[in-house]
């Protein structure tokens, strides 16, 4: 396919409103009158509140209002990102109320104050005496499914939120086949988004009594449906909306502080109240990356064929469930179509602790799982002695393969070309020989991993998108989609599409970047690398209709045939001859206008996309590891995606660039550390955190193989998230080969890799 | 027909957000550092600008520009708020710069300056000097007309905007045949509408370098055009947001202000700018209702009735065209479909004069011919010694009526039980025997009159609507109409319709009051009585789509046939049985999520109205009138309506109340006076210009006649202007009744009544 837009490297439609300040994020909405919202939060990690005493807050003179749970209703929510399911069973685990009563981790929401500014809601905070009943908390899954561990939520007395079994095969046929089986176990630990702009929101009734929302969110259409159920009210009485959004990485794909916001203005007769979590708030009231334990067996032949494997996932969930299991199921699924297993058995536990709760966040379970499996592949090839890319390579599924479980069908594998990509990229064969034998104080090693991912979630989940589209009288057009850009580009990417589908230019597409869930075409939201692919294909159906409207009026102009005619920089024309018919603007202007026929050109659909596509990559590493300090140097870094058509080349380096340094620093540096005693998060900002920074990132080298996958609405498949799932495995696979040593557990910060080489006797 | 909320007296939408003060106006809005805008007016009613010296107002502290027409697009164009024509001979005269370079008026907006804050800019306007060429000036039609006169415009060197003939059948035949000639000169003087708000916007340049505009207006679509017209902008950069607006009467149906905001904002690399008239600007440099000046020769027979009508009608429209030679045109057409004449002749003309600009004002010309036709009837009966009631009864068309020119067709026609019902009211046969003799100084008398209008603007317009509508999960929708709410109930009257169609409570619809180009359907907006008329039938149309796409889920779901089903309170019903088959949220929320057919219910249609209905009324009034001091008193006053189906009695009776209100001014105390010598306004202020208050006004009687006019999508008809229309002539019918006295000219305030009684020696 060619095309005249799509694939170029066109700059971000938001770009100058960003970098001028223009673009309006939440706080930038200004009321008058704007009251603030603070939360009194739990310094415990697990314990009951007996009594609250809000008095001396409330008589404090700016003080409109302090709550409770006893003011709120008591339903119990799920805040997970997810779309409605008819079928109660597929539903998330609703065990959240608004403000609790029982304390379940150390930041946990008890009661809130709306007060007239920032310091008088402060000062209030601190005259809130909350009269604890101390209980035992547990922090790993482990502690947490021990016999006589404490219970933190009621109805859980296991702690487990749910366990599962997938089978594909005969697991017990294939081990007993085996010519040898291999064991490892590999740990990943709590990480953060870290996204720019923290949680914020404000909100208000309106002049018809309903509650409007203005917050940072991925997704404004769920943002609507929880709070209506989180506060019992009709669905159609809240409006959401949604300005710019500076980051979200998945922490804004749960229903965190919006229910509470609502509440608040509620509490003040609908005066506005707008809640901003700072960023310790964020660390640790947010949202966090699972850690997960994994315990592998792999049976293999002799000849380096894989036969089957069992995984044994534990992961952490902290204390409530958001996403629940869905996260852990998502890593027993992505990695299947890439390797061709005869038998796969995976048992994932979701375990409820008295940690910070884990959600969503960039990759979905998949950077956890392609840490555990990609390590343990080397560490066969190794053992096998066998060069870890053949080994892979000879394991590869084939073209067409259908995921027995899911049903998704891969129609486009280029992962051996990607690998071929990236072994030319950084020399691979050449550093493999100079390092083989490397000795001394700085040891180099390369090492790669590869990875498969979805485009959105079906068919776990529905996946639909709106978009609407209005022809102006000039023959540009206004886009809406119920999608939201949140710093991804997919504004830029839609914009597109639909100057490629209308051949016109993209400046005469006005994306509405807003969502308002009272007028946006509905959308589920940011989430799964679904919006190029589900959202796109949505936006295509508009273009395309629109399309069809411009030339049905000009072929009643002209007479010809509809199938004779298209659209070319903004000129109808006659295809076989190119002959100019008229404007688009011309069109536009009698569509509006004409006594006879005027009907204004507009468009107002919905796509049900009930398809998948398997994307796939891999990331290659040269790392040089200071054998004394425990540093890791990472020299080079190279993705190289497997992501179906590249819409826009800049943007996906951009993404691309954007998910390495973030795997960067999962592999290397990121974790949340809680004492562990009492649960208190002890890092919980961005100095101590020790995120990537500019300093510590080398170049990073990005590439495409563009195979052009069927299921896309243009070749496309998902990529947003893919870029953060190989480097930890990669980079952990140059340090074993650099300098023999095995690191199961990340991040391989100096001090964990120090201990793990004196262990090993290197030092 | 019967509905369920159709014509009950259901409580406007917006009643709590206008009582709470919680609705937004243009003025309520806030963007940060908003700079403001002021207008150098001009002095002198007709003068060159030879030079503007703005230096020294450039100079002052926090003043950010100072533009004239120098720095503007010398680009003409028309203010009118019509839609735009493909045919360039239908279009509104463009005569207008956003800065002018000669003034043409006392008010002409010369230059712009854009300052900190209010008292900054009003020091700079003191600041620029102007170096005029002053030119002789004129005042009333006949100066501008005669030979010799001062040229306003060059293109029009006889100061006739346009002049025209309408002839129907053969006028000079019947005047031949005619039993008897009445000849009668007839003259109404400029009046304003005084809505509440003032006219103002505000303006900036969006982070997608758009040109934003906040403004009251009627006419939110046509701004968008106007303003890219007048600047040379693409419509597709600009965009216009219409919030609540505090009333119009049409005057804000003209395009005055937002050319000059975004030429302000413009000039300050964007930033925002608010420009406020105030009540001052809003009287000199707004719009103003036309004086027009009748003379009427009418052809009878001797049993009666009317043969022929000539009518020459001399209108004066200030210094720019504005509506132009629409007005007359319409004053010259909607009288037509109520008295039988053989023979219609009408030749009015438009002239420039160097008063303030005549625009759209509640009526468009049909007060004006209401007053000079309805007095001259009145004077006709008295000479033949008639009864008023039984010679306009003796005369009246017939059901059926086809009008020859417009081809508006007569489908409904009340206007007999109207009067039935407006004499039972008043007392009229009771009170016409007791007043009949009555002398001394208070004398009493019974008046009438009657009037046809039609409903919107077709065949002379395009009449186009467009609704949206958006199903939400809970099965409560979102309306979205182009159609603007400026206090006359529209919103309400379209979410009655939408409840009506869907079978739901009326707050189940949230009708989005805030008109934004970008985003809300086409409709051209509020004027011509045309909202509940048009776009009603936009609206309908798209609530039974809605309604459709309802029952098909539902028809999916239990198997009967679509026809056989029926929404009735939420409830999904199989007609015939009655039985329940679900709930309306039930279909609602399956639209969203089923995994199969997901597919949220929306609509976003368009509807091209091509009829045209006559509606009817009369008013009918009691004075008395004080011969020494020529006050007249309205005892009582009556108007009675055939409106078709009443779609909301309490609204309806609310517009009649305020429209018999400004009827009662018009005819009374209301009249823009100025200087004779420079044109400068005497009373532009609402203390001096008499404006009828609640102390001078009796209670207003209201009733209707429900005809069902099968060219309503309801069975309705206008109302919104008709209740302006016919009050004058029925007070000055009462007058003519108490004291033998026609006036012929309004208002008749104490003045001119005491100065025409002694003129006529009653005192």
Redo the contacts between chains.
Sequence with gaps: MSYKILGKSVNR??A??KV?G???YAEDY?E?EMLVGKVLRSTYAHAKIKNIFIDDALSLDGVEAVITYKDLPNIRFATAGH????DKNHRDVEDRLILTNKARYVGDAIAAVIAKDEIIAQKALKLIKVDYDILDAVFNTEDAIAEGAPIIHEDKPNNIIASSKIEIGDINEEFKNADYVFEGEYETSIVQHCQLECQNAYTYV?????IVIVTSTQIPHIVR?IV?QALNI????IRVIKPFVGGGFGNKQDVIIEPLTAAMTLAVNGRPVRLSLDREEVFASTRTRHAMKYKIRTAISKDGKLLAISMNNQVNNGAYASHGHSIAMSAASKFRPLYSFKAIEVKPTTVYTNLPTAGAMRGYGIPQVCFALESHLDDIAIKLNMDPIKFRENNFISLGYEDPLSGIKVRSFGVKECIKKGKDLIRWDEKKKRYKNITGNKRRGVGMACFSYFSGTYPVS?E?A?A?I?M???????L?VGATEIGQGSDTIFSEMVAEVLGIDIE?V?V?SIQDT??T??DTGAYASRQSFVTGAAVKKAAKEVKNKVLEIASRKCGLNIDELDIREGIIIEKKMGDEICSLSDIA??S????E????I???I?E?VKINAVAYGVTFAEVEVDIETGKIKVLEIYNVHDSGKILNRKIAEGQVEGGVSMGLGYALSEQMLFNEKTGQPLNNNLLDYKLQTILDTPKIGVDFVETIDPAGSFGQKSLGENPTISPAPAIRNAVLDATGVAFNKIPMNPQSVFEKFKEGALI
């Design positions: 439609v938001d100058i409103a001028t223009k673009a309006k200004f008058r779309p409605y399911s008819l309106d002049e018809n009594n309903r449906r209506g009709p669905i159609g009485r529905l639909i709106g609407r209005v102006n009288q000039d023959g540009s057009v206004q809406q005469k006005n509405i009272d007028i075409p509905f202007l009698e509006y206008y004409d006594r026929f005027a009907n204004p507009t468009t107002d919905s049900n």
